[in-house]
């Protein structure tokens, strides 16, 4: 394990975003939502990411310079086109058309499509803090779960966020995939040489299993709730409702469509719709109720969980994105961790890139 500071990692990243193709304005943006997971703990959405980057970018995948526009919209809603390039660039861009439509409208929400892996949820959602606005953003994936009494991969993990800003509280934000786990979790668990917990996935007969190797011969992540008698069929049906907004509705791929975040894996034929699809939205809370009313009330409800009777004196209630707030604070001071897999792989790209390591 190895300690860098996240202005260390966010130079490394965007010095790997340029030598593909990004311009430098574009660089920093990716860079910055991939360092952002990586500061918050999210370390399977971080750094680590960007061999995966590469690959597509090398098999013709990613477009590094694509003309993101919008090719249909009404006053507060709005389709984009992401011409193939980076989620990482794509959603933030639309996530500001919708913060300047909910300016205007009150709300602003836009669907994207023919994109690529946009890294956390999180990040784009919490773009609508500072203009006292609530932030969402969802994406589809590669699909990893099939429906409850299903054995086909039909859904990804499908993450959803919500940001909620606060007056003296950190801001709430609410960042899941709609999976048992996210993928990269299992990813971070086989580097680690860590055993998962029974639940997270099932072979490729839909048995639970604990064999992480699965997962390359037909293995699948589970729904969240993981098994029927458990829930997964709500976890389903929130993936379904993800699959919807940001495919469907867009005129992405979606289902068994969606395109997998790896180049060896082929896209299927007749694909229905275009890249990947995002859906990201803002509402101004001032068409609700007054902002600082709003936020005060934030502060009362965080203060109101955060004493909630506990099971355990010892264990301390936490509302949710509360803990990689202070993870970012450890972090911070202390520096990111990284694997020394995670190492290696990214001093490999940069000589690939022939770009400087750190």
Request: charged content about 20%; some cysteine; overall charge negative.
């Amino acid at each position: 394990m190895q300690l860098f500071t996240k202005d260390e990692l966010k130079k490394l990243a965007v010095n790997v975003f340029t030598a593909m193709g990004c311009d430098r304005q574009d660089s920093e943006t990716a860079a910055d939502v991939l360092v952002s997971a990586d500061i918050r703990g999210i370390d399977s959405h971080g750094v680590s990411r960007l061999s995966g980057y590469v690959s597509l970018w090398k098999a013709g995948r990613i477009n590094m310079s694509p003309k993101v526009e919008i090719i249909r919209e009404r006053k507060s809603t709005f389709t984009i086109n992401g011409d193939g390039g980076l989620g990482l660039i794509v959603a933030p861009k639309a996530m500001n058309i919708a913060i300047e439509r909910a300016k205007i409208y009150g709300s602003g929400w836009g669907a994207i499509s023919n994109s690529n892996h946009f890294g956390i949820a999180g990040y784009h959602a919490m773009m609508a803090l500072p203009h006292d606005m609530i932030g969402m953003a969802m994406t589809n994936a590669t699909p990893f779960i099939p429906p409850t009494h299903s054995k086909q991969a039909m859904l990804g993990t499908n993450p959803i966020a919500y940001a909620f800003p606060t007056l003296k509280q950190k801001p709430l934000v609410i960042d899941l995939a709609t999976a048992s786990v996210a993928r990269g979790k299992i990813e971070i668990a086989k580097r680690e040489n860590k055993e998962i917990p029974l639940g997270w996935m099932v072979d490729k007969d839909g048995n639970p299993s604990q064999n992480i190797d699965e997962l390359l011969d037909g293995g699948m992540l589970t729904p969240l709730g993981s098994l029927e008698e458990l829930g997964s069929h709500k976890g389903y049906a929130l993936g379904s409702l993800v699959d919807i907004l940001t495919g469907v509705l867009s005129g992405a791929n979606y289902g068994k469509w969606v395109p997998p975040f790896v180049p060896f894996l082929p896209l299927l034929p007749d694909l229905p719709g275009k890249g990947l699809g995002h859906f990201v939205g803002a509402m101004e809370i001032e068409g609700f109720r007054p902002a600082s009313e709003f936020k005060d009330s934030m502060d009362h409800w965080i203060e109101s969980f955060k004493n909630a009777e506990r099971i355990d004196e010892s264990q301390e209630v936490f509302v949710p994105g509360e803990k990689e707030f202070l993870m970012e604070e450890e972090r911070s001071l202390t520096g990111i961790p990284l694997n020394d897999k995670v190492v290696q792989d990214l001093e490999g790209l940069c000589k690939e890139l022939t770009i400087n390591w750190l």
